[in-house]
């Protein structure tokens, strides 16, 4: 059986981190003052969803991190 045909399906609609960093659509902070070595907070100025993938290297804040797992950032 081959499949000739489909319906039309929505897709979502996303952007690289890198690409929302470069047009200053995302912003990576620490969670508090003190901050933690495990959680970063991550603003979303798009209207779309942002891929952070796995071995994405975010630097700045109270120092660079490299994640260890894709994630989707809401818009």
């Known amino acids: 059986m081959v499949q000739l ?4 399906q ?3 609609k996303y952007i690289s981190s890198e ?3 470069k047009a ?3 912003r990576v902070t620490e ?4 901050g ?3 959680e970063l907070l991550v603003l979303n100025g798009s209207d779309a969803f942002v891929f952070l993938m796995d071995g994405d290297i975010l630097l700045g804040a109270k120092q660079n991190r490299v994640l260890n797992t894709s ?3 809401r818009p």
């Open 10 to 12: 929505d897709t979502l």
């Open 24 to 26: 200053d659509l995302l």
């Open 31 to 34: 969670v508090s003052e003190s």
């Open 71 to 73: 994630v989707f950032s």
């Open 36 to 38: 933690s070595v495990n």
């Open 19 to 21: 690409a929302a960093i």
């Open 5 to 8: 045909a489909t319906a039309d």
